[in-house]
């Protein structure tokens, strides 16, 4: 499990990754995983260098938001069956701990990251791969998108990555439960449903849609969207009376923004304001 060769480096326009493509068009870097011949499975470099991906985009102001995908008609199967599952069962406790540490390590730079993260989800997403999809903070599918939380077929817990933290809040706790006990197939339509994702289109148009959603945000004020997701992670920790506390802390901090006068003189000259991120 060693690290990456070649370490993410400033800005991401100029980055080429090793274990999955990236681009970077307006403001939105687009993230695509690239197996697609085993349906864009993860392995422990591709896990490593999503991560500090995730973590550079902290440094690079250019990244408005961020879209994730997967190549091939598929977002992802999940944790390598060869690359990964054969290598765990020959592991010892403290291997397995420090495997276990790092697929946790990709979903805490996705939560940390500052820019908003959409997922464009299509066909299989199972496994780690429901973990990434879960991890973003919209996602859009494409019809006939199926996703499964696996690890209790494999003879797991679903416990992973986050899964019983995250997934009740966006679901509710009854039906996470259910998919997390048996492992089943969450259709597109039940997941539109049930809010695991904000609408469904065709799968010619998930990843147009969901990069036109991220430039959308890219668009707006960069400062404040980094507030907005800062505070409904750190909110769920808090009382209502501590929230609205921190809300106005937080508010009161955009106010003194140049974006925030812009929006101002933009409103009162009737016209649409350019948001520049400071």
Same mark, same amino acid.
């Given at each position: @499990?060693?690290?990456?060769?070649?370490?993410?480096?400033?800005? $991401?326009?100029?980055?080429?990754?090793?274990?999955?493509?990236?681009? /970077? /068009?307006?403001?939105?870097?687009?993230?695509? $995983?690239?197996?697609?011949? %085993?349906?864009?499975?993860?392995?422990?470099?591709?896990? %490593?260098?999503?991560?500090?991906?995730?973590?550079?985009?902290?440094?690079?102001?250019?990244?408005?938001?961020?879209?994730?995908?997967?190549?091939?008609?598929?977002?992802?199967?999940?944790?390598?069956?060869?690359?990964?599952?054969?290598?765990?069962? !020959?592991?010892?406790? !403290?291997?397995?701990?420090?495997?276990?540490? *790092?697929?946790?390590?990709?979903?805490?730079? @996705?939560?940390?990251?500052? #820019?908003?993260?959409?997922?464009? /989800?299509?066909?299989?997403?199972?496994?780690?791969?429901?973990? =990434?999809?879960?991890?973003?903070? @919209?996602?859009?599918?494409?019809?006939?998108?199926?996703?499964?939380?696996? &690890?209790? !077929?494999?003879?797991?817990?679903?416990?992973?990555?986050?899964?019983?933290?995250?997934?009740?809040?966006?679901?509710?706790?009854?039906?996470?439960? +259910?998919?997390?006990?048996?492992?089943?197939? *969450?259709?597109? +339509?039940?997941?539109?449903?049930?809010?695991?994702?904000?609408?469904?289109?065709?799968?010619? #148009?998930?990843?147009? #849609?969901?990069?036109? $959603?991220? %430039?959308?945000?890219?668009?707006?004020?960069?400062?404040?969207?980094?507030?907005?997701?800062? *505070?409904?992670? @750190?909110?769920?920790?808090?009382? =209502?009376?501590?929230?609205?506390?921190?809300?106005?802390?937080?508010?009161?901090?955009?106010?003194?923004?140049?974006?925030?006068? %812009?929006? &101002? +003189?933009?409103?009162?000259? !009737? =016209?649409?304001?350019?948001?520049?991120?400071?």
């Amino acid at each position: @499990m060693s690290r990456p060769a070649n370490p993410v480096t400033i800005p $991401l326009a100029d980055y080429s990754p090793q274990h999955f493509l990236l681009a /970077v /068009v307006d403001g939105v870097a687009t993230v695509t $995983l690239n197996r697609p011949e %085993r349906k864009n499975p993860l392995t422990f470099e591709s896990y %490593r260098e999503l991560t500090d991906l995730f973590r550079a985009c902290a440094f690079d102001d250019e990244v408005k938001s961020i879209v994730v995908t997967g190549a091939g008609g598929n977002f992802s199967s999940g944790g390598d069956v060869f690359e990964i599952i054969g290598p765990l069962v !020959k592991m010892d406790t !403290k291997g397995l701990t420090a495997f276990t540490r *790092m697929t946790g390590d990709l979903v805490k730079a @996705m939560r940390a990251c500052p #820019q908003p993260i959409i997922a464009a /989800v299509e066909g299989i997403c199972a496994g780690a791969g429901a973990i =990434v999809a879960m991890a973003s903070d @919209m996602r859009l599918a494409a019809s006939g998108t199926k996703v499964a939380f696996l &690890f209790n !077929k494999v003879g797991l817990a679903g416990c992973d990555m986050g899964a019983c933290a995250i997934l009740p809040r966006i679901i509710g706790q009854s039906r996470a439960s +259910e998919l997390l006990y048996t492992g089943r197939f *969450m259709t597109a +339509e039940e997941g539109e449903r049930w809010g695991f994702f904000s609408r469904i289109v065709t799968p010619e #148009q998930v990843l147009t #849609q969901a990069q036109l $959603l991220a %430039r959308q945000v890219a668009e707006g004020p960069t400062f404040a969207n980094t507030m907005t997701k800062r *505070m409904l992670a @750190m909110e769920w920790a808090m009382s =209502v009376e501590e929230a609205i506390e921190a809300e106005a802390v937080a508010q009161a901090l955009c106010m003194t923004t140049a974006d925030f006068e %812009r929006a &101002f +003189e933009a409103f009162a000259n !009737k =016209v649409k304001p350019v948001f520049r991120g400071d």
